[in-house]
């Protein structure tokens, strides 16, 4: 008796295995897939189709676990919406320049920069036709500040700029942004406290060693208290009458505050109770810009608690018509380089870039013309 072979239904080599397409067109021929050994009995899709779409039942058999991390088809990264742009993290606002200027003075590889004070002596007698002639004569003195010098610089690889780029954002530019950034941070961090490298003479605008002492606010306020938050309109006009008068007590008269130009720097958390009105609607502002209108002002953060604690202001005249040389600048921010660039460094994947500055802080160089005043 013959052995009985078993049908074929198909064959494919290993080079011809692949995906196997079957179109929705074909899905009435779902019985041709036993020819490839998948199979659907009927009464097996009529199970299917009565357990709505193979709904999990506790008579059901347990699946199979899956070899994949379960997740959600859901992916995030297509239910994005991006905004344009980017914001940018601020610094607190750098004051110095906008409360006594900028001198650009001397060079950048300068030690120090000096500033002559002359003084005239001499003193005139009764005349007599005999009697010895008194001699008048001079004297001079010489105030020097130390320069200091500071860098901040960058390094891009190949591959961070191009992924960067990615993201639009060219990472050069924004780390020579933060570079000059850096250095410009500094100069105004000097302005305002001076530096101390040891034995050098870099001062600032708080404790330049010219200043003469902070003078106490009248305690008129609510409870006695000398801040602009307890006072009234009157009280703090009567504050500034009380400012502008003793610049021209001390000066002797040179100081006039209807003529020159007075700059009144206040803590910033003072500055806004300038708006404080009177019982007619007119601001402390108001009457300031009418009464005194060369006096302008500046407000700094660095002058909130500036003393031990207590926020402080400042009353000076800007320049003063006394005949001098040097053109008669009370303050002067010494800054022989503001910004420099020292060159590049160019790399096999990467280059570098050095930026620089230097300053010799400020110079206080007419002492009698600046008050001090604590607890605004």
Not at 92 to 106: E, F, K, N, S
Not at 232 to 255: E, P
Not at 333 to 354: I, S
């Amino acid at each position: 008796m013959a052995q009985k072979t078993s049908k074929v239904h198909s064959r494919k080599g290993a080079r011809d295995v692949g995906a196997f397409d079957f179109p929705a067109g074909d899905v009435a021929q779902y019985q041709a897939l036993q020819r490839i050994g998948i199979g659907f009995r009927e009464h097996a899709l009529l199970d299917m189709v009565e357990a709505h779409g193979f709904d999990a039942s506790d008579m059901a058999p347990v699946p199979l676990p899956g070899v994949t991390v379960p997740t959600i088809p859901g992916l995030v990264q297509f239910l994005q919406a991006w905004l344009p742009g980017f914001v940018r993290v601020l610094t607190a606002p750098r004051m110095i320049d906008d409360l006594i200027g900028i001198q650009t003075v001397g060079a950048w590889e300068d030690e120090e920069i000096v500033q002559g004070i002359i003084e005239g002596l001499g003193t005139a007698v009764p005349y007599t036709d005999h009697g010895n002639v008194p001699l008048g004569s001079w004297n001079v003195n010489y105030e020097r500040r130390t320069v200091l010098r500071f860098e901040s610089g960058l390094e891009v690889g190949r591959l961070e700029e191009m992924r960067s780029a990615r993201i639009r954002v060219s990472t050069s530019a924004e780390k020579r942004t933060s570079a000059a950034e850096a250095l410009e941070i500094l100069r105004n961090r000097i302005g305002f406290f001076g530096y101390n490298a040891g034995t050098n003479r870099t001062y600032g605008f708080l404790n330049e060693p010219n200043l003469s002492a902070y003078i106490s606010l009248p305690a008129t306020g609510t409870g006695g208290n000398t801040e602009w938050s307890t006072k009234t309109y009157l009280q703090i006009t009567g504050d500034l009458r009380l400012m502008l008068s003793g610049l021209r007590v001390s000066s002797k008269g040179r100081i006039n505050p209807q003529k020159d130009r007075i700059t009144i720097a206040l803590p910033t958390g003072a500055v806004d109770f300038l708006g404080v009105t009177s019982d007619f609607g007119n601001s402390v502002q108001d009457w300031l810009t009418k009464t005194y209108p060369n006096v302008r002002i500046e407000s700094a953060p660095e002058l909130d608690g500036a003393n031990g604690g207590e926020s402080v202001v400042y009353i000076y005249a800007e320049n003063l018509r006394d005949g001098a040389s040097d053109g008669g600048d009370v303050w002067a921010q010494l800054v022989p380089t503001k910004f420099m660039a020292l060159g590049v460094e160019k790399r096999v994947k990467t280059y570098v870039e050095d930026f620089a500055n230097a300053t010799a802080g400020v110079l206080l160089k007419r002492p009698f013309a600046v008050a001090r005043y604590t607890g605004v």
